[in-house]
């Protein structure tokens, strides 16, 4: 979570032990060392990221993942099914849904094997602190990359509907 100027002369092993040491810190920074599972944090702050554009989004994203994991729901993040398609060209598709891979949280419950990109020390911050709310869905609902949120499935199909009328679904 950093921005790394990397000379000519360098090698491979010197730039990933400049990515790694830098992590390390920054990870450090925002607490993670008093998580009792640093794993599962950057994991579901890979999901923050690759899901938040507005850095107030990122703490009840947080929530909705652990409040969804808690109640043993599929967590349904298109993130994961582009990472799993290999590509985040084009809409999310029935085939992407079906897919078998274990990157496919619509169909596979808990959090995606591995995290699903880098995270910023404010995608991480919200992975350990994520918001004191009840929300269990969200969808984009303005351009500018804000997000809805909603405590049941009904509230839920009624910010979709608003998405798609505003054309961000």
Known sequence: PDTYFVAKT???LSVLRTLVRTFDAQATKVGIDASPDPYHV???????Q?????????????????NRLRDDMPLQIDATLLYARGSREGPITDADRSSGSPYNTYRVKGLPPTPISTVAAVSLRAALHPADVPYRFYVLIEANGKHAFAVTFAE??????????????
């Open 42 to 48: 950057i994991t579901v702050a890979s999901l923050i």
């Open 50 to 66: 690759t899901e938040a554009k507005l850095d107030e989004d990122r703490p009840p994203i947080a929530a909705v993942v652990e």
């Open 156 to 169: 839920h199909e009624r910010n979709v509907a608003e998405a798609r009328r505003k054309g961000l679904l």
């Open 10 to 12: 360098e090698d491979e």
